[in-house]
């Protein structure tokens, strides 16, 4: 059974079953490349097995490991950029509490995220607030090269250090890395700092499925297991050729046709603060895989009903240019329901005894046929719970159908040459050797 379903009935007077199914000899054929490591970025493709060959082994290692750092730490620091931090920090407020960090995570510590941009500001507040308590960090970058992290690093590696000193310091920090290159592959070899390898054939932005997503968020607390349990579903049902058997499929060549259409722009469009970082993750998988050779769909992202009060104006009635994937939560952990007032004088009694889903529910529904009517394409993935198995369908989800996207519209889904050039500059204008 999938814990996702989607539904296209929005999308039915923009894009014709004819024209879905015209395209599936091409899907066949991208899928041939996925599969057998013949299209462009093959030696990418380690992502698509991972949770097939997830083992009891590895399991058993990640969780022990963030047992052991749980277990002397209040503060949890997790230094990485881009495809090193997006997918940890999506799952962790997919499945933690609205204010986990307030509230305290099952004894657990408390996350904080470092490295992913180089403001002073945000940093010095983050080592304010964790002046006095226990830390722990980890260190993530599969370049190991990386200057935002690279330097977040340096900053928390000097204070664990004048805390706890370099041999206390060794317990508390733990690196996610390449097997053999880089220089923080060097430094944890140096030091002697307990490490996870990312694999070769992986991806930082594919990577949410190996240590890089899945420690971070075993030290949160998450049921790692059970994620990969799901993203195993997701491998099973996403890995069909056939698109009347595998929405990951159909969503990617609609969203191809789409963009053939002049849509050139995507809104992932949430109802659910706790997806805030789940549609950043997405924009990074999207944007990176399938934006290049001067192609590709811009990926970009609201939160409703929030967004509907600012953005809402430019989606119903701005440049035609969009379309929109609603992600949509079946079902809350709690309800809470609307409370009668004795003389309704807020007009709201009509409400009463309902729940905030069913107003949230009528509100996606009210919204999807407003922009329906407005020119706005729109289909819907609907996501049966707040479960680690509803998350690891997810992201499988989403990499298959980006993958799928990025082979229909010819580009290579794998690669990110363009981020260099910002780096070149930087590096030139900050004088690095070599520069
Ligand atoms: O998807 C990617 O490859 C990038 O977004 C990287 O994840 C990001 O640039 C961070 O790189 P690294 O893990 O080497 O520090």
């Given amino acids: 059974m999938s814990n996702l379903s989607l539904d296209c ?18 899907v066949n054929l991208c899928h041939d490349g996925l599969k ?27 969780t022990s490991t963030a047992d052991s750092i749980r277990s002397i730490c ?22 933690s509490s609205s204010f986990s960090n307030q509230f305290g995570r099952q004894g657990g510590p408390e996350i904080y995220f470092a490295g992913q941009n180089i403001s002073s500001d945000y940093h010095a507040d983050l080592f304010d607030l964790i002046e006095g308590r226990d830390i722990c960090l980890n260190v993530i970058s599969k370049s190991g090269t990386t200057t935002e992290s690279a330097i977040a690093f340096r900053l928390l590696k000097e204070m664990i250090e004048k805390k706890y000193g370099t041999d206390g310091a060794r317990d508390r920090i733990v690196v996610t890395t390449d097997s053999s290159r880089g220089a923080l592959k060097s430094l944890a070899d140096e030091l002697g700092y307990r490490t996870f390898v990312i694999p070769d054939d992986v991806g930082g932005r594919y990577s949410v499925l190996t240590p890089v997503g899945l420690f971070p968020m075993a030290v949160a607390g998450i049921d790692i297991r059970e994620l990969m349990e799901g993203a195993s579903q997701g491998e099973t049902l996403y890995s069909n050729p056939s698109m009347d058997q595998n929405d990951a499929y159909y969503y990617a060549t609609v969203r191809h046709l789409l963009y053939q259409k002049g849509k050139t722009t995507e809104i992932l469009a949430t109802f659910q603060p706790a997806f805030h970082y789940l549609a950043d993750w997405w924009k990074q998988l999207a944007g990176e895989s399938e934006g290049k050779d001067l192609k590709g769909i811009f990926p970009s992202s609201v939160e409703f009903t929030s967004d509907l009060h600012s953005m809402g104006q430019w989606i119903q009635e701005g440049k035609r240019n969009i379309f929109e994937t609603f992600l949509v939560l079946e079902s ?3 309800q809470l329901k609307i ?21 949230n529910e009528k509100a996606w529904l009210g919204t999807a046929c407003a922009h329906k009517e407005g020119s706005v394409p729109n289909m819907t993935l609907k996501i049966k719970d707040r ?21 229909l519209n010819g580009v290579n889904p794998f690669d990110q040459p363009g981020v260099e050039f910002y780096k070149k500059n930087m590096f030139k204008l900050l004088g690095k050797p070599g520069f």
């Avoid at 009935?9 to 091409?26: A, G, H, R």
């Avoid at 949890?76 to 997918?87: D, N, T």
């Fill in 387 to 407: 479960s680690p198995y509803s998350l690891g369908q997810i992201f499988y989800f989403f990499e298959r159908a980006v993958a799928m996207t990025g082979y």
């Fill in 36 to 62: 057998r490591g013949t299209g462009k970025g093959s030696d990418y493709l380690g992502w698509s097995s991972l949770p097939s060959e997830f083992s009891d082994s590895v399991a058993a290692d990640i």
């Fill in 74 to 95: 209040d503060a949890f620091i997790v230094v990485g950029i881009g495809g090193s931090y997006l997918g940890s920090r999506a799952g962790i407020s997919y499945l």
């Fill in 339 to 359: 409370p009668a007032f004795k003389n309704d004088a807020d007009g709201l009694n009509y409400l009463a005894g309902e729940t905030l889903d069913t107003v």
């Fill in 332 to 334: 809350s952990r709690r």
């Fill in 9 to 26: 009935k929005n999308l039915k007077s923009f894009v014709s079953d004819q024209e879905v199914n015209d395209l599936q000899p091409q």
